[in-house]
C-alpha cells in the first residue's frame, strides 16, 4: 500500500520535487521528521462559487460539465484560488460523477437542484455501462490536469481526486443526491451481488481514474466517501473499507510514491480503523471528531488534515479566530494540514478566507 508504509524509490527527482512543496513534504515526512514551523493549507471546494472569477467562467462555459471537461476553463478556475490565496495545494476542478458519466451513465446538473442521472436498479441497467469506454472521457480530465501542472507555481502542489466507490453508486442508484442514500441501501441488502458487482466496477474504474491523473501529473490524490457514515459498521467495512483497501493496494503497486488522502467523511469511531487497514497517508477529518481524538488517536498514525467548520469560515468574527488557533495549538505536536471538515460554503465572504490564511501562516511562536 501507499500510505503509512516506508517508500523505496530511485527516482530522485520526484525527491527533489517535494522539498520545496510544503505540503507534498509533509505527506512524504514520517512521524519524527521536522515539522515545518506552519502548517500547511488549502481548502475542499476552494475553486468554486465563493469566488466571483469563477461564476464568470462558470457563466460562459455552458453548464457545469461543461466546465469540468473543458480542459482550458477548468485548469482556469482550479489556478483561481492559487492565484488569490496562494494555498500549498491546488485540487483538479472536476466532479465524483466523471466516472459514472465515462462509464456510460450520463450526467446532467439541472440549476439549483444538483445532479441528475436515470438510475441504475438492475442488472440490466449495470450491464449497459461499459469500463473499456471511458478513456475518451477520462482524457480531457488528463489534458486538464497537464494544463494545471505546467502553469502551477513551483511551492504548490497538485491534488488529483475521486469518490469512493459507495458514494458514487448512491447517485447511481437513486439517480440524484438523497438525505439517507435509502435506495442504494436497500439495493444492497435486496441484491448483495448486483451491489457487489457495481462496487468492483468502480473500484476498478476508480483505480485507472486516478492513475491517469498522476500520469499526467497529480502529486497527490484523495478519495472523497461523502456518504460512508449512513452505514452501519459491518456495511462500512464491507462497501467503504474494503474498497479503498484495493485502491490503496493498487496504486500504492503502481505509482508508490504518491500519497494518498482518504476522507470517510462523519464516521466517527470507524476512523480509526479505515486507517490503520488502508494505510493511507492522510486522514481528511470531518467537524463531528473532537481535537483530542485527533490528536490522540490518528495524528499519532498518518498526516490529519481538517477539520474547521465551514459555517465558522461563514460568519468569521472571534468565536471563528478562537477555533482557528485552538485547532493549530492543539495539533501542533504532529503532522497537519489545515483544511475544513467539509467544503466551503458559496456564500463565504473572500475576507474571511484572506484573515483563515493569515491566522495560519502567522501561527509560527
Excluded at 505540503?23 to 502548517?39: C, S
Amino acid at each position: 500500500m501507499s500510505g503509512g508504509q516506508p517508500q523505496k524509490s530511485t527516482d530522485q527527482s520526484a525527491s527533489k520535487a517535494s522539498s520545496n512543496k510544503p505540503f507534498l513534504k509533509l505527506l512524504k515526512q514520517g512521524p519524527k521528521d521536522p515539522l515545518p514551523a506552519t502548517p500547511p493549507i488549502w481548502m475542499m471546494r476552494q475553486a468554486g462559487r465563493y469566488l466571483p472569477e469563477y461564476r464568470e467562467v462558470r457563466k460562459q462555459a455552458g453548464g457545469f460539465l461543461n466546465l469540468c471537461y473543458n480542459p482550458k476553463n477548468a485548469c482556469e478556475v482550479t489556478l483561481q484560488p492559487i492565484r488569490r490565496y496562494g494555498f500549498d495545494a491546488a485540487i483538479l476542478f472536476s466532479d465524483i460523477l466523471v466516472v459514472p458519466d465515462a462509464l456510460g451513465q450520463p450526467v446532467r446538473f439541472e440549476t439549483g437542484e444538483g445532479p441528475r442521472l436515470d438510475p441504475i436498479t438492475d442488472a440490466a441497467g449495470l450491464a449497459k455501462l461499459d469500463p473499456l469506454k471511458t478513456s475518451k472521457t477520462y482524457s480531457s480530465i488528463y489534458e486538464t490536469v497537464d494544463r494545471i501542472k505546467s502553469e502551477l507555481p513551483d511551492e504548490t502542489t497538485l491534488i488529483g481526486f475521486c469518490g469512493a466507490p459507495f458514494t458514487v453508486a448512491t447517485y447511481m442508484i437513486a439517480g440524484r443526491g438523497t438525505p439517507d442514500q435509502a435506495p442504494a441501501r436497500t439495493l444492497a441488502y435486496r441484491d448483495p451481488d448486483l451491489f457487489q458487482n457495481m462496487i468492483d466496477m468502480l473500484v476498478d474504474s476508480s483505480i485507472e481514474y486516478l492513475r491517469g491523473q498522476i500520469d499526467a501529473g497529480a502529486q497527490v490524490v484523495q478519495v472523497f466517501d461523502s456518504w460512508a457514515s449512513v452505514l452501519p459498521d459491518e456495511e462500512f467495512q464491507k462497501w467503504c473499507l474494503e474498497p479503498m483497501v484495493r485502491i490503496c493496494e493498487a496504486l500504492g503497486q503502481s505509482h508508490p510514491l504518491t500519497p494518498i488522502i482518504g476522507f470517510p467523511r462523519a464516521v466517527g469511531p470507524l476512523y480509526k480503523p479505515y486507517l490503520e487497514k488502508t494505510g493511507v497517508n492522510a486522514i481528511g477529518c470531518d467537524t463531528s471528531l473532537s481535537l483530542s481524538y485527533i490528536r490522540d488517536e490518528l495524528q499519532p498514525h498518518a498526516v490529519v488534515q481538517g477539520n474547521l467548520d465551514p459555517m465558522l469560515l461563514l460568519n468569521g468574527g472571534p468565536q471563528f479566530e478562537n477555533r482557528v488557533r485552538k485547532i493549530i495549538e492543539t495539533l501542533a505536536g504532529g503532522r497537519h494540514i489545515f483544511n475544513l471538515g467539509h467544503g466551503i460554503i458559496k456564500e463565504t465572504p473572500l475576507k474571511n478566507v484572506e484573515r483563515l490564511v493569515e491566522l495560519v501562516r502567522g501561527s509560527a511562536k
